[in-house]
């Protein structure tokens, strides 16, 4: 049976503004109390008092504290910050000749310096994140490919993330609730252990970087 607690993390969970409210600590928790005891009372079939409600949102609020402070001990300790312009996307259906291909494109590209390339096949289809430099070799070589989309003007941010990271729960999350509460589309993102890119427009570019560098200086 579901608890008290484990239906607050629920409602939290749903409302993102709930959460940066108790993270900021500016939400009177008797109130909220008051206000969800009855969604509470509705999922464990009993009634309940408001002082349950609130001793388990203060042990929340606290857990939700203590998880904020880590994540951001780990978001301070990224140093390296790239941005990179002028990339192109294409996605291609997924085919038995995307891997020949895929060799293909890195042995033409070898020699090509300060290039940008990223692969990524899902299940059925892949996806080239490229700079425009090298785009004429792409399309030639895979245009015997069932291009699904091709977009163009797009730039990434690579952060460079200390290994401890992966196993923080929610790092991810923190940095791209920057930019979403920003009103900062994000067109992708490609991730390796140590390293984080997001894909975004080229226009909303400066802005990304002024959000994510302003938030990891805090």
Same mark, same amino acid.
């Given at each position: 049976?579901?608890?008290?607690?484990?239906?607050?993390?629920?409602?939290?969970?749903?409302?993102?503004?709930?959460?940066?409210?108790?993270?900021?600590?500016?939400?009177?928790?008797?109130?909220?109390? #008051?206000? $969800? *005891?009855?969604?509470?009372?509705?999922?464990? +079939?009993? %009634? !309940?008092?408001?002082?349950?409600? &609130?001793?388990?949102?203060?042990?929340?609020?606290?857990?939700?504290?203590? #998880?904020? $402070? *880590?994540?951001?001990?780990?978001?301070?300790? +990224?140093? %390296? !910050?790239?941005?990179?312009?002028? &990339?192109?996307?294409?996605?291609?259906?997924?085919?038995?000749?995307?891997?020949?291909?895929?060799?293909?494109?890195?042995?033409?590209?070898?020699?090509?310096?300060?290039?940008?390339?990223?692969?990524?096949?899902?299940?059925?289809?892949?996806?080239?994140?490229?700079?425009?430099?090298?785009?004429?070799?792409?399309?030639?070589?895979?245009?015997?490919?069932?291009?699904?989309?091709?977009?163009?003007?797009?730039?990434?941010?690579?952060?460079?993330?200390?290994?401890?990271?992966?196993?923080?729960?929610?790092?991810?999350?923190?940095?791209?609730?920057?930019?979403?509460?920003?009103?900062?589309?994000?067109?992708?993102?490609?991730?390796?252990?140590?390293?984080?890119?997001?894909?975004?427009?080229?226009?909303?570019?400066?802005?990304?970087?002024?959000?994510?560098?302003?938030?990891?200086?805090?």
């Amino acid at each position: 049976m579901i608890t008290i607690s484990e239906k607050i993390k629920e409602i939290v969970k749903d409302s993102l503004l709930l959460e940066e409210g108790l993270l900021m600590g500016i939400i009177n928790l008797s109130a909220l109390a #008051r206000q $969800i *005891k009855p969604q509470i009372e509705s999922a464990l +079939i009993k %009634d !309940i008092s408001e002082s349950a409600v &609130l001793m388990a949102l203060k042990r929340f609020s606290k857990n939700l504290n203590r #998880r904020k $402070i *880590k994540k951001e001990d780990f978001l301070k300790n +990224i140093n %390296d !910050i790239i941005v990179r312009s002028n &990339l192109n996307e294409y996605t291609f259906l997924n085919s038995e000749s995307i891997f020949k291909n895929q060799r293909l494109l890195l042995h033409a590209v070898e020699g090509v310096k300060d290039k940008f390339l990223t692969f990524t096949q899902g299940i059925f289809e892949s996806t080239i994140i490229a700079s425009s430099k090298i785009s004429d070799e792409i399309e030639k070589i895979f245009s015997g490919e069932k291009l699904i989309l091709r977009l163009s003007n797009l730039s990434a941010i690579t952060m460079k993330l200390s290994p401890e990271i992966l196993h923080t729960p929610g790092v991810y999350y923190s940095i791209l609730k920057q930019l979403a509460w920003n009103n900062i589309n994000v067109i992708e993102v490609v991730s390796t252990s140590n390293e984080f890119t997001i894909i975004l427009e080229k226009d909303n570019i400066d802005t990304a970087f002024s959000v994510l560098m302003n938030s990891l200086a805090k």
